[in-house]
């Protein structure tokens, strides 16, 4: 179990998601990047997160070496079948992708995909996770800045 925190919050990351995560990272030079959204819980009082599950590509999603677009549905419904599935307890956490660096940074289109993915659940804490070849990052909004913590 990967464990994240700080003094807002921590999340745990199963070592499922973390053993896939871990497949997938982006070594080869023609690795195109890989992504999707994070599905988990959180402690109904305190600031406890747990990512559970994940989505990878699918087949009408779109990517290259730098860049991909969500666009294929399947990723929403499977936000949907576990939401049903699991009385409402496993949620929307935010998106994973991967980079081609070793120490992962956010690009201009990455902080700018956030800030809109914010806008449309302005009610909740939302995690946005980059794997790198070494290290991962984690960003998050902080009111309206965006933080973030190497993991
Ligand atoms: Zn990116």
Known sequence: MVVVDN?????????????????????K??????????????NLNEENYSVLEVTVPQHDDLCSRTSFKLRDP??????DYLHKN????????GTWHTHPEKIPLASNIDVQDWKECRL?????????IIIGTEKNALYYFENENLQHQEF
């Open 120 to 128: 449309r659940n302005i009610e909740r804490q939302l995690f946005f």
């Open 29 to 42: 030079a023609k690795d195109c990047e890989v992504f999707g959204v994070l599905i988990g819980n959180k």
């Open 74 to 79: 399947e990723h929403q419904r499977r936000v």
């Open 7 to 27: 003094i807002n919050f921590s999340i745990k990351i199963s070592p499922k998601v973390n053993e896939l995560w871990w497949s997938y990272r982006q070594v």
């Open 86 to 93: 699991s009385g409402g307890e496993l949620i929307y956490l």
